[in-house]
């Protein structure tokens, strides 16, 4: 992650912003060389906020963490997956 100066970012704003957005470029933001903020792109914040919610979740973070492992698996050939469409099935 880059550091910027606040004086920096202040003349160089539209560059800055620019390259957060469209590059995902970070930046610390320093004042009298002491990092104070960061800017990251709306999209990261997003994201960022989605995955704190869902690993906020009990137990989330295991599951995910297992269906992981079962997926390397079945990339071996080692375990069959089930496709999503056979679990959700309607029996009628």
């Known amino acids: 992650m880059d ?14 912003i620019n390259q957060v957005s469209n590059q995902f ?11 104070k903020a960061v800017v990251i792109s709306l999209d990261e914040l997003e994201s960022l906020e989605e995955t704190a919610e869902i690993l906020s979740i009990p137990g989330a973070y295991k599951t995910i ?3 992981l492992k079962e997926f390397e698996l079945a990339k071996k050939g080692k ?7 056979k679990v959700f099935e309607k029996t009628t």
């Open 25 to 35: 470029k970070r930046f610390i933001v320093t004042v009298s060389g002491q990092p």
């Open 79 to 85: 375990i069959k997956l089930i496709p999503a469409s």
């Open 65 to 67: 963490k297992k269906a």
């Open 3 to 16: 550091t910027v100066a606040i004086s920096d970012l202040r003349a160089n704003l539209p560059s800055l």
